[in-house]
């Protein structure tokens, strides 16, 4: 039997190939970074705006790697990035009011039926304390332990530094089963839900297991196709490590008491 390989690339390729030279001022808006970010490298780009952007610190980046410069631009604002084609979309942080869930079970019935389910254990993911640094430079620590985690940022001074640590350590200290990957054999699938789960942007997934609901965030996916069959494995993250409030008890962002204030 034939067997063919394809392999395609997107705009982080391009990202991935590109140097960025720039300068920023102190106060510059993370989306006006990720504008200047998709100019110089030539991809159209749009964003979703659903809290006025995070500032940076004065930055300089000298033939720097583009898709460098755009991730600790993204953790600067803990927002999400998708990729399409040769463009780009950026949500702000409170991106989470945007999710689409879709339903899965292993009963099938209303939802879509998957092949297999995979969970992380509960230490995967998991870290004690967070270091923030800015551009490379000064760390700010927060937390203590043993397990550690590091994110590149552009915040704007320390104290900024230390509200993205308090919000990404309180994703990090989630100790609860995470499901990490989902089979679907589309030959089953009579529905276009799998390929409006795919191909959209900032979706997630319920599953249910035994009578349990699991919920996680699409972060990437692979189809698998042959004569017989085509399989979709969906790559995931726990809702539970990005569900966080940004304001409390206003529609579109949850409840106080109910969940972890962001920043």
């Known amino acids: 039997m034939d067997t063919w390989t394809l392999e395609l690339e997107d705009a982080f390729a391009v990202l991935g190939r590109s140097k960025i030279t720039r300068t920023w001022a102190a106060g510059t808006s993370v989306g006006k970074v990720f504008q200047d970010v998709c100019t110089d490298t030539g991809l159209s780009y749009s964003d979703v705006v659903a809290v006025a952007y995070k500032t940076i610190?004065?930055?300089?980046?000298?033939?720097?790697?583009?898709?460098s410069v755009m991730q600790s631009n993204l953790n600067t604002e803990q927002g999400l990035l998708f990729a399409s084609g040769d463009s780009l979309l950026l949500?702000?942080?409170?991106?989470?009011?945007?999710?689409?869930?879709y339903n899965y079970s292993d009963a099938g019935g209303a939802a879509?039926?998957?092949?297999?389910?995979?969970?992380?254990?509960?230490?995967?993911?998991?870290?004690?304390?967070?270091v923030i640094t800015i551009n490379g430079g000064s760390a700010t620590v927060v937390g203590t332990g043993l397990y550690s985690y590091q994110e590149n940022t552009y915040a704007a001074n320390t104290g900024a530094a230390t509200d993205i640590g308090n919000y990404v350590l309180g994703g990090l200290a989630v100790q609860t089963n995470t499901p990490n990957?989902?089979?679907?054999?589309?030959?089953?699938?009579?529905?276009?839900?799998?390929m409006n789960n795919l191909s959209n942007s900032n979706t997630g997934v319920n599953i249910t297991l035994r009578g349990q609901t699991y919920s996680a965030n699409v972060i990437g996916f692979t189809i698998s196709?042959?004569?017989?069959?085509?399989?979709?494995?969906?790559?995931?993250?726990?809702?539970?490590?990005y569900n966080f409030l940004v304001l409390?008890?206003?529609?579109?962002?949850?409840?106080?008491?109910?969940?972890r204030l962001g920043f």
């Open 57 to 67: 610190s004065a930055t300089t980046v000298t033939a720097e790697s583009a898709l």
């Open 91 to 101: 949500y702000s942080r409170g991106w989470q009011q945007y999710t689409f869930f």
């Open 112 to 130: 879509t039926r998957y092949q297999q389910v995979q969970f992380l254990s509960m230490a995967d993911n998991y870290s004690t304390y967070v």
């Open 181 to 194: 990957r989902m089979t679907v054999l589309l030959n089953d699938e009579t529905s276009d839900r799998v």
């Open 225 to 241: 196709s042959d004569t017989q069959r085509t399989l979709v494995t969906f790559n995931l993250a726990g809702t539970s490590y």
């Open 248 to 259: 409390g008890n206003t529609a579109g962002y949850g409840t106080l008491d109910y969940n």
